[in-house]
């Protein structure tokens, strides 16, 4: 069964700072999706990374991805309030199915 | 434009009333999804249809079932809403290649 884990679950941080979020999957998968969540919104795509060693980035985001660690990372850059949201990463499984994290509440302070 | 459509977007239903959600979209797309996310928590996939083929996740109780009478609809029923399943339930798209899921707005339910 495929595990999607985040970590940490729950971020303060303050403007200006910069920061990771992990993501840890449990099985193979080369293809990983990033998303963000505003309180009682939908979900907004961020990043689509297809590869092993893939790298995006938007704006203060940045998204890479080790195939072969199971890993992703979401790095934050001078962080501002506007990006205080809760972040999920999601992984393929099967054909068309998406396995979400548990997602990582981001809250950002001047 | 929204590309996903998920309507009502708030719909309050009594316990063991019947409810309907609907999500519309005009991608085109192959694949569509049912999502439910209870707060604080991560989306759940209940079930997905692959164009007219309907998949269903194992562990999705059978209250729950979904029809997709054309390309462009498809409809979450819930047979008898308990309090446990109040909810917000979203709705996405993909091309069934790639997967890239496009998500609707949501719809959000609470059961009275």
């Known amino acids: 069964e495929l595990k999607v884990e985040q970590n940490p679950l729950f971020l303060s941080m303050q403007e200006g700072k910069n920061y990771t979020i992990y993501c840890n999957y449990s099985t193979t998968s080369d293809r990983l999706y990033w998303y963000r969540q505003d309180p009682g919104k939908s979900l907004e795509s961020l990043f689509v990374?297809?590869?092993?060693?893939a790298v995006k980035q938007e704006g203060r985001l940045m998204a890479s991805l080790d195939t072969k660690a199971r890993l992703s990372t979401l790095h934050i850059t001078a962080a501002v309030h506007d990006l205080s949201a809760t972040y999920f990463c999601?992984?393929?499984?099967?054909?068309?199915?998406?396995?979400f994290g548990q997602g990582t509440r981001l809250t950002i302070n001047p | 434009d929204a590309m996903v459509i998920q309507n009502p977007r708030y719909q309050v239903t009594q316990f063991g009333k019947p409810v309907t959600l609907s999500c519309s979209q005009t991608?085109?797309?192959?694949?569509m999804y049912w999502y439910q996310q209870k707060s604080s928590q991560a989306p759940k996939l209940l079930f997905h249809?692959?164009?007219?083929?309907?998949?269903n996740e194992a562990d999705t109780p059978d209250n729950f079932q979904s029809r997709r009478p054309n390309t462009s609809f498809c409809f979450l029923d819930i047979r008898s809403p308990g309090l446990g399943d109040a909810a917000m339930y979203l709705c996405?798209?993909?091309?069934?290649?790639?997967?890239?899921?496009?998500f609707g707005q949501g719809t959000r339910l609470t059961v009275v």
């Open positions: 249809y692959y164009d007219k083929d309907f998949n």
């Open positions: 999601a992984v393929v499984r099967g054909a068309q199915k998406l396995v």
């Open positions: 990374l297809l590869s092993n060693g």
């Open positions: 991608l085109n797309h192959n694949v």
């Open positions: 996405a798209t993909s091309t069934g290649l790639n997967t890239e899921a496009f």
